[in-house]
């Protein structure tokens, strides 16, 4: 059961209104945050095994696989799960996708040997317990990678403390994760470190 089930109802509700228009709605940010940049950095580690993508909404990252990679891509949101699989039918290769809670992921222990997400965990209602998940279901010596917005340092942080009530209201995505201190929390460890745009969007590799 989610740490707040009707929060986590709210939100399945809204990912699946928005997930027609979705990529519409988040482009100008991809273009200007530099996601994409941050994406295929994320990818250059991604070489080849068993990989979960948790939080994989409308399969944004499907052109970034690897093909020696066998690809779970999972999402709270059957709706945006629906797009990924539309998605995934002009290409190629063979994308298993299943709809699944980042706070109570239907896998194995020790079942991949990657976790990666990409803008996920500034909204999983409580996303310290969403990571000690993705690091339940990740083999020894396996790794972590995010990409991930995050609260800045110093007078930006505290702007974003005063919007981030309704910014989560109005968007979904809280804007001042501590996700460096969660990732820790979760009991895991941070190997590396990039950063994507200004102090507060990054790529995390953790173990």
Same mark, same amino acid.
């Given at each position: ?61 499907? !052109?970034?696989?690897?093909? +020696? @990679?066998?690809?779970? *891509?999972? #999402?709270? %949101? !059957?709706?945006?799960?629906? +797009? @990924?699989?539309?998605? *995934?039918? #002009?290409? %190629? ?115």
């Amino acid at each position: 059961m989610p740490t707040f089930p009707e929060t986590t109802k709210g939100l399945v509700r809204r990912w699946n209104r928005r997930a027609r228009l979705y990529d519409r709605l988040t482009a100008p940010m991809e273009r200007m945050l530099g996601l994409v940049r941050g994406r295929a950095w994320v990818f250059e580690r991604v070489a080849k095994g068993r990989v979960l993508e948790v939080g994989a909404g409308t399969g944004k990252n499907l !052109p970034y696989y690897p093909e +020696r @990679a066998f690809v779970v *891509a999972s #999402d709270l %949101s !059957p709706g945006m799960l629906a +797009r @990924a699989v539309e998605k *995934a039918r #002009d290409r %190629s290769r063979a994308v298993r996708f299943v709809v699944t809670d980042a706070e109570d992921l239907a896998f194995r222990d020790g079942a991949f040997d990657t976790v990666l997400a990409t803008c996920v965990f500034c909204t999983v209602p409580d996303p310290v317990r969403g990571l000690r998940e993705a690091r339940r279901v990740l083999k020894d010596g396996g790794e972590v990678i995010l990409l991930e917005h995050m609260r800045p340092q110093g007078f930006l942080g505290r702007l974003f403390d005063l919007l981030d009530p309704m910014a989560s209201r109005l968007m979904g995505p809280h804007i001042n994760r501590r996700t460096l201190d969660n990732i820790r929390r979760a009991g895991l460890v941070v190997v590396e470190e990039r950063t994507v745009f200004s102090d507060w969007i990054k790529v995390i590799v953790a173990r």
